[in-house]
């Protein structure tokens, strides 16, 4: 790729991120170009090492989130740590934090400390429920907003709530965040000011679940968990076939159409029960039982292609091994295979979900290991071999 085409080239970001809502942020400008610093303790910081895939205790989702970063070691707490960090803030055009607020602002990195240094400086934060309310100082993950927005009462069954496994909270903070960090780049070249985007885990997963929310509190239906199937429109739900389970869904009155007349039910289309997508969730265990004997007479694959003649939305229910080499996802490239240090196969790392024709995004290098360019950036900012060798001897990089 051109290094004309990469729209971030020349910015200079900071993430001092941690798992996925700050790190994650930090990889999609990183994919388009900016040059983005990834700043861990010491020691290396907790996500590095969370859910290890090789001899060194990397983790899996650290290779992921931190793809095109440099490393770089430093404890923020210590004077000379505090000082490198303003070094640093004078040359960044963007900082993300998803940290505390009081964490923020004991490592100086609060936005009225930053503005001081560098007026031009934007701050990406993200919380667990933002910086002001009762909750404001507490910590939270990913599940506790899915728990706290309603997701996980409607997900499972009314007995057990059930969280969804990807974390997906997090991953949409942080895509939010990236967008929000872009517009106040926008604004940054209008006003030469810089100012704070900020995300919370509780707001993006309210989002979520406001169409919910909304029915809720305007008609008081009172909806409970019902696993997989929909409630508001049907057939919309797993089914077991031969050999596997696939999910079909389908909403509006012209799918329900090419759907009945695939399994040869075309009388429902007279049928009150089945009048409108409403009346369709409320008998939605009726129509799945149909669709699961349709199902159970077939294979995966016989029962998709019909499904897919019909142009009816369905998808096989993948295991893990299985999809790195689904064909579709083969052909379209969608994982790129990256070598990385300490583990002999390459790593599938999914390319930037973001596609723009003239400026594609591009995973370029690894996640950087621990440290791998902390002299690097030290000496760009002004250290001699001297000063590098006595800040390592007294652990602040």
């Given at each position: ?306 499904l897919d003649k019909a142009r009816i939305p369905v998808g096989e229910v993948l295991k893990a091994n299985e999809v790195v ?73």
């Open positions: 790729m051109s290094k004309q085409k990469e729209i971030l080239k020349g910015y200079r970001v900071l993430d001092f991120g941690r798992y996925i809502a700050g790190p994650f942020c930090g990889a999609l400008l990183s994919d388009f170009g900016a040059e983005v610093i990834r700043v861990e303790r010491v020691k290396g910081s907790e996500d590095r090492f969370t859910t290890p895939v090789s001899d060194e205790e990397d983790g899996s989702m650290f290779l992921q989130m931190n793809r095109n970063k440099l490393g770089f070691t430093l404890n923020p707490m210590k004077p000379e740590g505090k000082e490198i960090i303003a070094k640093l803030t004078k040359t960044a055009d963007v900082i993300i934090a998803n940290l505390p607020e009081k964490t923020l602002e004991a490592m100086g990195l609060d936005f009225e400390s930053l503005s001081k240094v560098n007026p031009k400086i934007i701050l990406t934060s993200n919380t667990a429920f933002g910086t002001s309310g009762p909750y404001a100082d507490r910590v939270g993950f990913d599940g506790v907003a899915q728990a706290m927005s309603g997701s996980m009462d409607m997900t499972g069954s009314p007995d057990l709530p059930t969280k969804n496994y990807a974390p997906y909270v997090d991953f949409c903070s942080a895509s939010l965040a990236a967008f929000g960090t872009c517009m106040a780049l926008m604004e940054r070249e209008k006003t030469g000011k810089g100012q704070r985007v900020q995300t919370s885990l509780l707001a993006t997963a309210l989002t979520m679940t406001n169409g919910l929310i909304i029915e809720q509190e305007l008609l008081n239906v009172n909806r409970e968990a019902t696993f997989n199937r929909g409630q508001t429109a049907a057939p919309s739900d797993t089914f077991r076939t031969k050999d596997g389970w696939i999910l079909i869904a389908t909403v509006g009155q012209p799918l329900f159409e090419r759907w009945v007349n695939l399994i040869g039910e075309s009388q429902w289309l007279v049928d009150e029960r089945f009048k409108d997508d409403l009346s369709r969730g409320n008998n939605s265990e009726l129509i799945s039982q149909r669709m699961s004997e349709w199902c159970a007479e077939r294979t995966t694959k016989e029962a998709i292609e019909e080499n689904e064909p579709h996802i083969e052909a379209r490239n969608l994982f790129q295979k990256i070598p990385y240090p300490n583990i002999k196969d390459s790593v599938p790392i999914v390319a930037s979900p973001l596609e723009l024709s003239e400026n594609p995004g591009e995973i370029k290098t690894r996640a950087p290991l621990l440290g791998e360019h902390t002299n690097q950036i030290l000496e760009e900012l002004g250290y001699s071999d001297e000063e590098i060798t006595n800040l390592r001897d007294k652990r602040i990089v």
